[in-house]
Nanobody, 117 residues
Framework: QVQLVESGGGLVQPGGSLRLSCAAS????????MSWYRQAPGQVREFVAS????????NYVDFAKGRFTISRVNANNTLYLQMTNLKPEDTAVYYC??????????WGQGTQVTVSS
């Protein structure tokens, strides 16, 4: 049974930092493409960053470049998203996504990030 459990969200002031975690189980994590997405109220879910080829390659959407860092520890089946210099427009529910070697997509339940003073 595949499980993706996000944690680390919360309330942070503008300019602050957060590190999100995604604990994965039930599939071959090291071979999966792992990504973060986010969805703000009333908005469509959007891509943030991905880690693939076992973590050797990463990809970011423009707004994340220079502020967010995706990483993974394959030995612990855990994906991270380090977010710095957070802005109010980063407020959203952040989701972990796994695309397995069988091309099946799985999603976590999401973790809320709120950036506000």
């Amino acid at each position: 049974q595949v499980q993706l459990v996000e944690s680390g969200g919360g309330l942070v002031q503008p300019g602050g930092s957060l590190r999100l975690s995604c604990a994965a189980s039930g599939f071959d994590f090291s071979r999966a493409a792992m990504s973060w997405y986010r969805q703000a109220p009333g908005q469509v879910r959007e891509f943030v960053a991905s880690s693939f080829s076992g973590g050797r390659k990463t990809n970011y959407v423009d707004f994340a470049k220079g502020r967010f860092t995706i990483s993974r520890v394959n030995a612990n089946n855990t994906l991270y998203l380090q977010m710095t210099n957070l802005k109010p427009e980063d407020t959203a529910v952040y989701y972990c996504n796994a695309q397995t070697i069988n091309d099946v997509d799985y999603w976590g339940q999401g973790t809320q990030v709120t950036v506000s003073s």
